[in-house]
């Protein structure tokens, strides 16, 4: 069973800095890996998606990167901001069984 | 503006009584999800529907139903056997699944033991 791992758990920065987010996955049979932006009592707002064939995708101050073979991906904001404090999740959907599974997230927050 | 509606935001259920939590999308897409998440616990499914009166089980299927007589509507029905249903119920839907296109997801409804 697929399993994803997410590191750290919780992490604060000073507003301008540039961080990376990790996630993990078990089993490299996915169609896509995602990254989610949720807010404290809220639905998830998809950031990013990679195909399972992509390396990388870009969306302003947002990079995904996407190493299928070694299970990883990372996700690097630049330029930190306030609004940008909330809890970021990362899914891999397989391309066996017909499941989403979903990684614990890190909360992120940014100190103005 | 298209997006997908839950309700009601907040839910109350008694002991052997099952509730119904409404999902609706105006998306036209095919696929839709419902998830539960639980405080320190990343999203697990419950149930998903790729196509009209189609629906499949996903890792925590037992003490829920679904249903999905209509493309727009997917409700999820917390059934008395479902023994610890006290969490956060999300609805998502997609073009279709596997088709690499993003979730997307309601704002959920919280459900709580009374």
């Known amino acids: 069973k697929q399993e994803v791992t997410q590191i750290p758990a919780a992490l604060s920065v000073p507003e301008g800095e540039n961080l990376v987010l990790n996630c993990s996955f078990t089993d490299s049979a996915i169609y896509n890996l995602q990254w989610f932006r949720q807010d404290p009592g809220k639905g998830l707002t998809s950031l990013l998606l990679i195909q399972s064939s992509q390396r990388e995708q870009t969306s302003g101050r947002l990079n995904a990167s996407l190493d299928k073979s070694s299970g990883r991906s990372t996700l690097y904001i630049a330029a930190s901001q306030p609004g940008d404090s909330a809890t970021y999740l990362c899914a891999v959907e397989g391309n066996t069984g017909n499941q989403f599974y979903f990684g614990t997230g890190t909360s992120l927050t940014v100190i103005p | 503006d298209g997006g997908i509606t839950q309700s009601p935001k907040y839910l109350f259920r008694k002991e052997g009584q099952n509730v119904t939590l409404s999902c609706e999308q105006n998306l036209n897409h095919d696929a839709m999800y419902w998830y539960r998440q639980d405080p320190g616990q990343g999203l697990r499914l419950i149930y998903y529907?790729?196509?009209?009166?189609?629906?499949q089980k996903g890792d925590i299927a037992e003490g829920y139903s679904v249903s999905r007589e209509k493309k727009e509507s997917f409700p999820l029905t917390v059934t008395s056997a479902q023994k610890n249903p006290t969490a956060f119920y999300l609805c998502?839907?997609?073009?279709?699944?596997?088709?690499?296109?993003?979730?997307?997801f309601g704002d959920g409804t919280r459900l709580s033991i009374l």
């Open positions: 529907s790729q196509i009209v009166n189609d629906f």
């Open positions: 998502a839907s997609s073009i279709r699944r596997g088709g690499n296109q993003p979730q997307h």
